[in-house]
């Protein structure tokens, strides 16, 4: 950040997101700030500005990190590749795909190294 004056902000130090799950039971997830610096919560967001950002920045993890942080539903889009290459594609797939008990993802938060995930 050359020859820009730095702004005084409060830092946001914690996210904290109440949902409720299909079932009807309230949960909670914390958001570490520290790793992710985005969260998109509805298909607006997720299809609009999510994916297209990864239109030009594309990120890469191991298929087990993938399926790590995306369970059966990151499973269905890994299969057995070894590497997953986070495209426009990939974030549409993730955001449609449903988990085995027909639940998709609530959200999906973009983590300061352009990787992204998910509850």
């Known amino acids: ?19 409720v799950d299909p079932n009807g039971k309230p ?10 610096n985005a969260l998109f919560w509805d298909d607006k967001s997720v299809l609009e500005i999510l994916a297209p950002f990864y ?3 594309s990120s890469e993890m191991t298929g087990t990190e993938f399926i790590a942080l995306f369970g059966t539903i990151g499973k269905k889009i890994a299969g057995t590749k070894k590497k997953i290459t986070i495209t426009k594609d990939v974030i549409e797939q993730l955001w449609e795909e449903e988990d ?6 609530s959200m999906l938060s973009k983590t300061l190294l352009c990787g992204v995930e998910g509850p």
């Open 1 to 19: 950040m050359t020859n820009i004056k730095m702004k005084k902000r409060s830092k946001v130090t914690g996210v904290t997101v109440d949902l």
């Open 100 to 105: 085995d008990n027909g639940e998709s993802l």
């Open 27 to 36: 949960r909670t997830v914390k958001i570490d700030p520290k790793v992710n």
């Open 55 to 57: 239109e030009k920045h």
